[in-house]
């Protein structure tokens, strides 16, 4: 295996916990995965019976409270914020931090992909209509501000600001470390993960909390991505609308939840007995300079992530082992499941890995538990992290009908026991954002 070029500062991941449509904890999410089940439904926290989409991944039966030392900390806390708390938490006791000493909290920091809160639909709904004129067709701002006096929530509005998740985590674990949040649309989580990365690398902290956690299963949220026509219609079979890869895929399904890692060097875990789940060695980002809504055609942004990702990793993609099979053992794909996304992904494997882009398996968590959006890149990291575990590859259900255009090895319908050193795993956002991750199996 080549050397990365961050050898001199090695990262590892010592923990990890995720609040996910499929389950709680990791081994009850990974073993649904393995087996190919959906966790799509009809939404039913609000009433979606007249929207275009009217099912989703929607997370039901979670209690947070379950996960904190003090509930009352939190009382007030958003629905992306709850996530959190329950992902970080089974990431914190994992890394063994709960039971460690001599831990210096002001180099301990945390790097969030979090999303903005739930706003309170109805509310903003009532205040708006009664600041409107009708005669004037104007907004009264008198009225308007004195019914958002007696209808909004002080509380509510704070949980809807997306550094309100770190709040609450560096209250829970009392770190006072670097911290920072991003909101990078999809490919938000990622980008945190690999800023986290590279803040360690620096020497500016010694552990980060790092990951994200999003809902958009709202009024609104559902509501505008409806108005961009990128979630799928298959309301008559909900479970089988997440199809990336498939020719027949018409959207994303929306899902909701959040993935947490803990990340530290080497030295730090071993000075305290940790046990290294696996080594991050690259990451990649960089910008389309295209369309808001669309991908560069070839591809081009998103190969330049992975590039550079593998250029930290010191891989060669177009290199092989003594048995003729590339270095990279798995990519996670963003594969949405919209017609633009997963055609131009599949351009961007190809440039990165040419005539070696066949032998990588590729595969899409997003068929099962749907688009976490800022949350989904960590969620997906998590999944390598498990194949590598398990040397077994997580499958792309759904995928029926091949098409034509796409001929990589999605890994369809089945998980396949698999060889898994070293996997990638990419997301890409509105804006033109993308993102690249490249872990590798420690020993």
């Given at each position: 295996?080549?050397t990365?070029?961050?050898?001199?500062?090695?990262?590892?991941?010592?923990?990890?916990?995720?609040?996910?449509?499929?389950?709680?904890?990791?081994?009850?999410?990974?073993?649904?995965?393995?087996?190919?089940?959906?966790?799509?439904?009809?939404?039913?926290?609000?009433?979606?019976?007249?929207?275009?989409?009217?099912?989703?991944?929607?997370?039901?039966?979670?209690?947070?409270?379950?996960?904190?030392?003090?509930?009352?900390?939190?009382e007030?806390?958003?629905?992306h914020?709850?996530?959190?708390?329950?992902?970080?938490?089974?990431?914190?006791?994992?890394?063994g931090?709960?039971?460690?000493?001599?831990?210096?909290?002001?180099?301990?920091?945390?790097?969030?992909?979090?999303g903005?809160?739930v706003?309170?639909?109805?509310?903003?709904?009532?205040?708006?209509?009664?600041?409107?004129?009708?005669?004037?067709?104007?907004?009264?701002?008198?009225?308007?501000?004195?019914?958002a006096?007696?209808?909004?929530?002080?509380?509510?509005?704070?949980?809807?600001?997306?550094?309100?998740?770190?709040?609450?985590?560096?209250?829970?674990?009392?770190?006072?470390?670097?911290?920072?949040?991003?909101?990078?649309?999809?490919?938000?989580?990622?980008?945190?993960?690999?800023?986290?990365?590279?803040?360690?690398?620096?020497?500016?902290?010694?552990?980060?909390?790092?990951?994200?956690?999003?809902?958009?299963?709202?009024?609104?949220?559902?509501?505008?991505?409806?108005?961009?026509?990128?979630?799928?219609?298959?309301?008559?079979?909900?479970?089988?609308?997440?199809?990336?890869?498939?020719?027949?895929?018409?959207?994303?399904?929306?899902?909701?939840?959040?993935?947490?890692?803990?990340?530290?060097?080497?030295?730090?875990?071993?000075?305290?007995?940790?046990?290294?789940?696996v080594?991050?060695?690259?990451?990649?980002s960089?910008?389309?300079?295209?369309?808001?809504?669309?991908?560069?055609?070839?591809?081009?942004?998103?190969?330049?992530?992975?590039?550079d990702?593998?250029?930290?990793?010191?891989?060669?993609?177009?290199?092989?082992?003594?048995?003729?099979?590339?270095?990279?053992?798995?990519?996670?794909?963003?594969?949405?499941?919209?017609?633009?996304?997963?055609?131009?992904?599949?351009?961007?494997?190809?440039?990165?890995?040419?005539?070696?882009?066949?032998?990588?398996?590729?595969?899409?968590?997003?068929?099962?538990?749907?688009?976490?959006?800022?949350?989904?890149?960590?969620?997906?990291?998590?999944?390598?992290?498990?194949?590598?575990?398990?040397?077994?590859?997580?499958?792309?259900?759904?995928?029926?009908?091949p098409?034509?255009?796409?001929?990589?090895?999605?890994?369809?319908?089945?998980?396949?026991?698999?060889?898994?050193?070293?996997?990638?795993?990419?997301?890409?956002?509105?804006?033109?954002?993308?993102?690249?991750?490249?872990?590798?199996?420690?020993?």
């Open positions: 295996m080549p990365p070029n961050n050898a001199h500062r090695r990262i590892v991941i010592t923990g990890m916990g995720w609040i996910t449509p499929l389950g709680f904890d990791l081994d009850t999410v990974w073993r649904r995965l393995v087996r190919g089940e959906s966790g799509v439904s009809k939404i039913d926290r609000f009433d979606a019976s007249t929207f275009p989409t009217t099912f989703a991944a929607q997370i039901r039966g979670y209690d947070f409270t379950k996960f904190v030392e003090n509930p009352g900390h939190h007030h806390a958003g629905t914020t709850q996530f959190a708390l329950g992902a970080a938490r089974q990431a914190w006791e994992q890394a931090l709960s039971s460690a000493k001599d831990l210096d909290y002001r180099r301990i920091g945390m790097y969030l992909g979090a903005e809160g706003l309170d639909f109805d509310k903003y709904s009532r205040v708006n209509l009664a600041g409107w004129d009708e005669k004037t067709m104007t907004v009264d701002a008198k009225r308007w501000a004195e019914a006096k007696e209808h909004f929530d002080p509380w509510t509005e704070i949980e809807q600001e997306p550094n309100m998740p770190m709040a609450h985590l560096a209250r829970e674990f009392g770190v006072r470390g670097p911290a920072y949040n991003c909101l990078t649309a999809c490919a938000a989580s990622t980008q945190a993960i690999g800023e986290a990365f590279s803040i360690i690398q620096r020497g500016e902290a010694d552990v980060m909390i790092s990951g994200g956690t999003h809902t958009m299963l709202h009024v609104l949220g559902v509501t505008g991505f409806n108005r961009l026509t990128a979630l799928s219609n298959r309301n008559d079979e909900p479970q089988q609308a997440s199809r990336p890869f498939d020719r027949t895929r018409d959207g994303f399904v929306m899902g909701e939840g959040s993935g947490i890692v803990i990340l530290e060097t080497l030295e730090h875990a071993e000075q305290r007995g940790a046990t290294p789940l080594e991050v060695i690259g990451y990649g960089s910008a389309d300079a295209f369309r808001i809504t669309d991908i560069q055609p070839e591809g081009r942004g998103a190969a330049a992530a992975m590039l990702a593998l250029k930290q990793a010191g891989i060669d993609p177009l290199a092989v082992d003594e048995n003729g099979v590339p270095y990279v053992h798995y990519i996670s794909a963003h594969g949405t499941g919209t017609q633009e996304n997963d055609s131009i992904e599949t351009r961007a494997v190809k440039a990165v890995f040419r005539e070696n882009a066949p032998k990588v398996p590729v595969s899409s968590i997003k068929s099962m538990m749907g688009h976490l959006i800022a949350a989904a890149g960590a969620v997906e990291l998590i999944t390598c992290i498990l194949a590598i575990k398990h040397q077994t590859l997580p499958p792309t259900i759904n995928l029926h009908h098409d034509p255009d796409l001929d990589l090895d999605y890994v369809p319908n089945e998980a396949r026991p698999s060889r898994v050193e070293v996997c990638i795993s990419n997301s890409f956002g509105f804006g033109g954002q993308n993102d690249a991750l490249a872990v590798r199996r420690i020993g």
